[in-house]
């Protein structure tokens, strides 16, 4: 059967389903094509951020957290808890059941927005005098024709050259989320978002937690004050981190996982693991895709080569989120959905690459917006900075959550703050302030002279914001 739209979006994680529905309200017919199966071989539109990624990731970490909360921080509280039980089938249950309800959500506002749905992978099949030629491999076949085709087909785990993964004892953002019982040791290459949100997991539920870096620097992309001090408290909460290592020889057998490494000083070393979770980036999935039956240019790493606008090489094909240049967010790609509807929707749509905000969901958290110290300092620009102890803070303490900082960077002729970066409590919600501020090209004196709300965590920012200027109320 065949189908006419305006518009064809392929993929229906964050980038797709956003644009989708945006297109939509714009007056536009759409269809969305999307592949991912349920547990039961339904639908699970959502893409890797809802099924295996963002969504299920931060179900676990809260779940980890309440339990490690009950064994060490709840005493200080007078709350006494006798007999914990980690019951680790039913919080792998309430993750998938979270998965669900986004999966059911999306499919929702499909119907609301009165977006065709179509469950299968799509790919080109040809141009054509009305767009092109667009097929549905799935329960059904389908064939539809878009006069705009939306690339929103994502990513997947990069894997180690030679070694698989099984999702059994190799496992990629997907075994790291469903591992049935906790092992006694779990391994991990890589220290970045992934890798320490994982190992944040499974050491709070039991497991001795090694992970091996291969850059000489801790979390390269934060400013460098921040991650000194993420260092040193994931460290301490017990994730055993070497940086600079040369991962060599990899074996599984009955027992689990021996990695041969090399540490940074050059002594050679093996790391014996139950599990071992590689998270060493993720690459763009065009799959599938068959891009080469209308010519679509992708670059020499395998992306889908676009412009600033988001236009690929083919006249009304368009491609966001993952499976393009620029970070790999699912927030990024939401706003690139949302510009390109609007574009094809004849409107202007808008990406500020300078202004999207970056979070790790470990405890404490680090978010940041903007440019680092050592950015400022590389580029020569004049910056004064100022920072603010959560341990100053008053909300903090009744929390009883102390640790980490805010730190504001801001011109220092014009005082436009350049970057702000957060670790401590809630800095993922914290960071919308200072995303909100340099939007509107705030100085640190507008974010120092604004009334926050006494006792919160959000006074932090204030007193980093008067912190550039040497005037903090509170330290």
């Known amino acids: 059967m065949s189908h006419s739209f305006d518009v064809v979006v392929i993929g229906a994680g964050p980038g797709g389903y956003i644009a989708a529905i945006r297109a939509a309200q714009l007056g536009l017919k759409v269809a969305c094509i999307d592949a991912w199966n349920n547990a039961k071989g339904g639908p699970a539109p959502g893409g890797t951020c809802t099924n295996v990624g963002c969504i299920p990731s931060k179900a676990l970490l809260q779940s980890s957290e309440h339990y490690d909360h009950a064994q060490h921080a709840f005493a200080a509280h007078g709350i006494e808890v006798k007999g ?31 977006v065709s749905f179509f469950h299968g992978r799509g790919s080109f099949v040809k141009a054509s005098a009305e767009g092109y030629e667009i097929q549905v491999s799935g329960a059904k076949q389908e064939t539809l024709t878009g006069k705009h085709i939306i690339i929103a087909t994502g990513s997947n785990a990069r894997a180690l050259p030679g070694v698989a993964f099984d ?7 997907d075994g790291a989320l469903r591992i049935g019982a906790v092992p006694k040791k779990l391994g991990v290459i890589g220290a970045g978002v992934i890798g320490l949100e994982m190992g944040s997991v499974w050491r709070r539920l039991g497991a001795e937690v090694t992970i091996l870096e291969g ?37 599984t057998d009955k027992k689990g996982v021996k990695i041969a490494w090399t540490d940074a000083q050059g002594a050679a070393q093996t790391l014996e693991v139950e599990k071992l979770i590689v998270s060493i980036g993720r690459v763009p999935n065009t799959e599938g895709l068959n891009t080469e039956a209308v010519g679509l240019k992708l670059d020499e790493r395998g992306f ?36 390109v509807a609007e574009r094809i929707a004849g409107k202007h749509g808008h990406v500020n690459f300078n202004t999207i905000p970056w979070v790790i969901y470990t405890s404490p958290e680090i978010a940041w917006v903007g440019q680092t110290e050592q950015q400022l300092k590389a580029e020569g620009r004049a910056y004064r900075a100022g920072t603010f102890p959560f341990m100053a803070n008053g909300r903090a303490r ?31 919600e914290l960071i919308a302030e200072a995303v909100v501020a340099m939007e509107f090209k705030a100085s640190a004196e507008d974010i120092g002279m604004i009334c926050h709300a006494h006792p919160s965590l959000s006074e932090a920012v ?12 509170n330290f």
Do not use: Y
């Not at 959550?401 to 970066?421: C, N, P, Q, R, S």
């Not at 204030?462 to 109320?473: F, I, Q, S």
């Open 462 to 473: 204030k007193e980093a914001a008067l912190a550039v200027d040497g005037r903090t109320l």
């Open 215 to 251: 850059l000489p620097t801790f979390l390269g992309a934060v400013d460098e004050q921040i991650a000194k001090e993420a260092h040193k408290i994931f460290s301490k909460q017990g994730l055993n981190i070497h940086l600079g290592v040369k991962v060599g020889e990899i074996k």
């Open 398 to 428: 009744a929390l009883g959550d102390i640790t980490g900082m805010v730190k504001f960077l801001a011109d220092k002729a014009t005082d436009e703050i350049l970057g702000v970066h957060i670790i401590g409590p809630v800095a993922s």
């Open 84 to 114: 914990l039980n980690l019951n680790l089938t039913q919080m792998i249950q309430r993750k998938d059941e979270v998965v669900d309800q986004n999966n059911q959500g999306i499919l929702f506002l499909f119907r609301k927005n009165k």
């Open 304 to 339: 889908v080569a676009v412009d600033e606008d988001c236009k690929t090489s083919l006249p009304n094909v368009w491609a966001v989120g993952d499976v393009v240049r620029g970070p790999m967010l699912a927030h990024k790609a939401e706003e690139e959905g949302v510009a």
């Open 167 to 173: 999702e059994e004892k190799i496992l990629s953002n």
